[in-house]
């Protein structure tokens, strides 16, 4: 977010704080506000990117399999087609769940829940009278003091990443790898980004359902691209030209009344697919990598240097929990909790 969104945010804050204005009034500002936003905002972007993302995901499910696949297999039985056709819905019905689950599993902090700053000064202080603290107490505590004049993003210029950092926007100390996003207005413990395709943060407790969703995003695009191009030049193509395979070209010739609506949805679908496989394939790797590495991409891109001192299966177990791979079947969120304290970080080493 720039400086001119984060200045807008902070007006449409204040204005709704200003007691001396009627709701009327506080109404007509914001949505005098809202109007000098750009279309690709990433506020307008976290409000209509989940409506794309299911749309496409219904539509791909249904043209794939109730018109690609019954086509592709008619010879080889229907037991063949009713088989692939499960496949693929099962694919489907997992990416969709576990959208969900991201989007409505927060990882935001709580205090009363997880634990607050002066739990962590009085736990700290017990280590470093034993002399194994995870990493510098002073520096802890002069981060923590550090912050109290104002920055909610805590500049690692002026503060040690690694610190207790005060947020201005929720009043109150946060903890290392916990940061302040303005499109959910709340702290998320160890946020790895903002999804804007779920319209909900990244972060501690909906880190699996993201790895599963772009796991099965990635499988099913795959699958339904390698199905959706002999679909298109054995039905398609035959009543329609090789100019309306560009993007949007059959699209618009619809609209015009030149071409078929279902030309036009199966083209702009398959393009969609392949940019879709690629998204997911560059996502899920950088996914995986910060869960091997024990890091968040933010730390990553920024060449922190920290080290997570846990095995590999420790490493998905802080991410997964137990029976990691149960996951990728049924979210288990509720039933394996991740084997990470995301407040006080005993494992971490600097």
Not at 92 to 109: D, E
Not at 276 to 297: A, H, N, P
Not at 302 to 314: E, F, L, M, P, Q
Request: aromatic fraction near 16%; charge should be positive.
């Amino acid at each position: 977010m720039n400086i001119r969104e984060s200045y807008t945010a902070d007006i449409v804050r204040d204005t709704a704080r200003d007691k001396s204005l009627s709701l009327k009034q506080k109404l007509t500002l914001h949505l005098e506000e809202r109007k000098k936003e750009p279309a690709a905002s990433p506020r307008n972007l976290n409000k209509y990117l989940p409506f794309v993302f299911i749309a496409e995901v219904t539509i791909v499910w249904y043209y794939g399999t109730c018109q690609a696949i019954p086509l592709l297999y008619a010879d080889f039985g229907q037991e063949v087609t009713l088989i692939i056709q499960s496949v693929c819905t099962f694919m489907a019905f997992q990416v969709v769940l576990n959208w969900w689950c991201v989007f409505s599993v927060s990882s935001a902090y709580d205090p009363q829940r997880h634990g607050t700053y002066f739990e962590f000064l009085d736990r700290q202080a017990k280590t470093t009278s034993q002399n194994t603290t995870p990493f510098d107490s002073q520096n802890t505590v002069n981060g923590a003091e550090g912050t109290t004049i104002g920055s909610t993003s805590g500049s690692p210029a002026r503060v040690p990443y690694w610190s207790w950092r005060y947020c201005t926007l929720c009043d109150q100390p946060r903890p290392p790898r916990c940061h302040h996003c303005k499109l959910c207005n709340t702290c998320s413990l160890k946020r790895d980004h903002h999804c804007y395709f779920s319209r909900n943060c990244i972060g501690y407790r909906n880190l699996r359902h993201y790895t599963v969703m772009m796991f099965w995003s990635w499988v099913s695009s795959v699958v339904s691209f390698v199905h959706a191009l002999p679909f298109i030049f054995m039905e398609v193509l035959p009543s329609a030209g090789h100019v309306d395979m560009l993007p949007l070209v059959a699209f618009f010739r619809w609209i015009f009344g030149y071409a078929h609506f279902r030309v036009g949805i199966v083209i702009l679908g398959t393009w969609m697919l392949a940019l879709f496989v690629i998204f997911t394939t560059f996502m899920l790797f950088e996914i995986v990598r910060c869960i091997i590495r024990g890091k968040t991409s933010f730390e990553i891109d920024n060449k922190i240097k920290i080290s997570d001192t846990r095995s590999v299966s420790g490493k998905l177990n802080a991410a997964f929990g137990d029976f990691w791979l149960l996951n990728f079947l049924l979210p288990m969120h509720w039933r394996f909790h991740p084997e990470e304290d995301p407040v006080f970080w005993p494992t971490i080493n600097q």
